[in-house]
């Protein structure tokens, strides 16, 4: 190794000019939570906080068949079937048989592989594009701080059926 | 374990300070996730480095009875977390393996199956590498790849965003082919991306391969011989550092790896550099040829075009025959396998993993003895182990 060598000054000058390159250049970071891009950016594949899907009569798809429960590897989804309410129509006109009386999942144990949605055949069941982080940020009212204690995180049914108004896409049957 | 003890005679002029040991972990933020070396020091030179691990172990393989095959796709995710898609990939191909020995029970991937499998398992291998680059660098002092390396893999991430709805924990490649075919315009984000990165590793060479900083930290550091690496059972780049060209896609070719004209990078000797095959820069150098080959190989598919049809075959059920089966393939970091045993039921009776990074952590030992602290760190990065893969 030369004195010039030695003296490090080539690799240090040489990384310097590399680094001088990229300052006028745009940006390539953003602020996280207050940028809302990375929300924005979402697309129709993401796999977020679940939601239960309503029919065009307003009451919810799921049939209780127990499918996405038996297909979750986590064990998070706990469904209690029952007689659906007098009126509950299918796409046929046929009173409906049944409807979920507790559709619950933890959150905590779910591992959003976005196989329940596979394995619906109702397509009752979709994922939303936000993440918990997000969810809690956005259902959260002033002054309360979600998601710190274990019973925030089991989502039920009607707390699912309300993330329909969620806009942004998730994971869907046909996307 | 005492220090070996001069004789009496001598004690005066070659004097042994007393051993310490140090904890070092499992928080350390260059011990890549929670592993604990047990250090005996003596000043500053390592007489041993006893690795201690186990902080991240979840239980994988006997999770797995308890869940059929396809339910534990996504747990394989949650081994290496950094090259989840080729972690998929090993377990579908070993599930895949064992189905085929029944005449009939399992079709073959579709063509464009394979070519989307081929497509993300190359850009995976250059995320991982890419972390490893980065972290690399920033464990030896250079914090600057870091931010670069991560620049880069955030494009790879949101191209796996796109195309399977998740940055890190994928599920993406399932028994029979892959979960979902590409979203429109995907090819040509791909090939966006890889006109943007192939000149972008010329930029990381210059920042850190040649550095002389970096050069000085590791080079002739850590020096491990093929027939070091053969007996501790080490592969991957670790391997191919120390200049044995073994490569799984091409020694054993699996899926259609085949098909692909690509390269081997070995490690070798650099006299002008002061660089042995075998040492911690060539580990190193390995992972940035390689995603030289990646890029090639998802250029040939660029060129091609992915094949019409389906993505996925249709199979009845996750079902294969009573037998077993040992199935392997070249993860990032070395030869990943599968030990699946089944009865014949949709559960398998035991699935073992076979992790390259735990085989490199058990030479660890070796490699570290009289060394200085601050080269078990170069080591640690060099041989880039994830520690979600060697607890499992």
């Known amino acids: 190794m030369s004195f010039w060598d030695r003296l490090y000054l080539p690799g240090l000058i040489k990384g310097m000019l590399t680094t001088l390159k990229h300052i006028p250049k745009k940006k390539f970071t953003y602020q996280y939570p207050e940028d809302p891009r990375s929300v924005e950016e979402r697309n129709d594949r993401y796999r977020g906080v679940h939601k239960l899907p309503l029919d065009p009569e307003g009451n919810v798809k799921c049939v209780a068949c127990f499918m996405c429960a038996t297909a979750c590897p986590a064990d998070c989804i706990t469904i209690q079937g029952g007689p659906a309410p007098e009126g509950w129509k299918t796409k046929e006109g046929y009173q409906r048989e049944k409807y979920p009386e507790v559709f619950e999942i933890n959150m905590l144990r779910c591992i959003f592989c976005g196989y329940c949605v596979e394995a619906c055949p109702e397509d009752a069941i979709q994922m939303t ?18 998601g710190g204690s274990r019973k925030d995180f089991i989502f039920d049914r009607d707390m699912l059926i309300d993330n329909n108004d969620i806009p942004e896409q998730g994971l869907h049957p046909n996307s | 374990m005492a220090a070996p003890q001069p004789e009496s005679k001598i004690i005066e002029l070659k004097p042994f300070t007393d051993e310490m040991i140090v904890s070092m972990g499992p928080q350390h933020p260059s011990t890549h996730g929670v592993l604990r070396l047990e250090l005996k020091l003596d000043g500053e030179v390592v007489r041993d480095a006893i690795p201690h691990i186990g902080y991240l172990h979840r239980c994988f393989e ?26 998929n990939w090993g377990f579908c191909l070993a599930v895949e393996q064992l189905m085929a020995k029944e005449e009939g029970k399992f079709p073959g991937v579709p063509e464009r199956g394979e070519y989307l499998r081929i497509l993300i398992g190359e850009l995976n291998r250059i995320g991982s590498h890419l972390l490893s680059f980065g972290t690399y660098g920033m464990d030896i002092g250079a914090f600057t790849p870091f931010l670069y390396a991560f620049r880069d893999r955030e494009k790879i991430l949101l191209l796996f965003e796109k195309i399977c709805g998740a940055r890190l924990t994928y599920n993406y490649i399932r028994v029979g082919g892959v979960s979902r075919d590409t979203p429109p315009g995907f090819m040509d984000e791909v090939k966006e991306f890889i006109d943007y990165f192939e000149p972008q590793i010329d930029v990381y060479n210059s920042l850190l391969t040649a550095n002389r900083i970096f050069i000085e930290r590791t080079a002739n550091v850590a020096v491990m011989d093929a027939e070091m690496a053969i007996n501790y059972g080490i592969t991957g780049p670790n391997l191919r550092g120390a200049g044995l060209q073994w490569d799984l896609r091409k020694d054993e070719t699996y899926s259609i790896y085949d098909r692909f004209d ?29 995603m030289k080959e990646s890029v090639r190989i998802i250029r040939q598919i660029l060129e091609s075009g992915l094949p019409d049809g389906p993505v996925q075959a249709e199979l009845k059920a996750v079902r294969p025959p009573k037998g077993e089966i040992f199935s392997r393939s070249e993860a990032p970091r070395g030869e990943l396998g599968f030990y699946i045993v089944s009865d014949g039921t949709p559960k398998p ?5 076979k992790s390259p990074c735990f085989t490199a952590l058990s030479a660890l030992q070796e490699l570290s003895r009289g060394l200085m602290v601050a080269d078990i760190i170069a080591i640690i990065g060099s041989i880039d182990i994830v520690m979600g893969e060697v607890d499992r």
Not at chain 2, 66 to 76: A, D, R, V
Not at chain 2, 262 to 286: A, H, M, Q, T
């Open chain 1, 129 to 146: 594009g936000i993440t918990l982080p997000q969810y809690f940020r956005e259902r959260q009212t002033e002054g309360e701080v979600l």
């Open chain 2, 62 to 87: 006997k999770h797995s009875e308890n869940l059929n095959y396809q339910q534990i796709i996504p747990f394989t995710d949650r081994m290496d977390y950094i090259a989840a898609m080729n972690m």
């Open chain 2, 262 to 290: 690509f390269d081997v990078p070995v490690g070798r000797d650099i006299p002008e550099l002061g660089v042995v095959s075998g040492d911690c820069w060539n580990r190193y150098k390995v992972r940035m040829d390689e």
């Open chain 2, 349 to 353: 009776v035991r699935v073992k993993a």
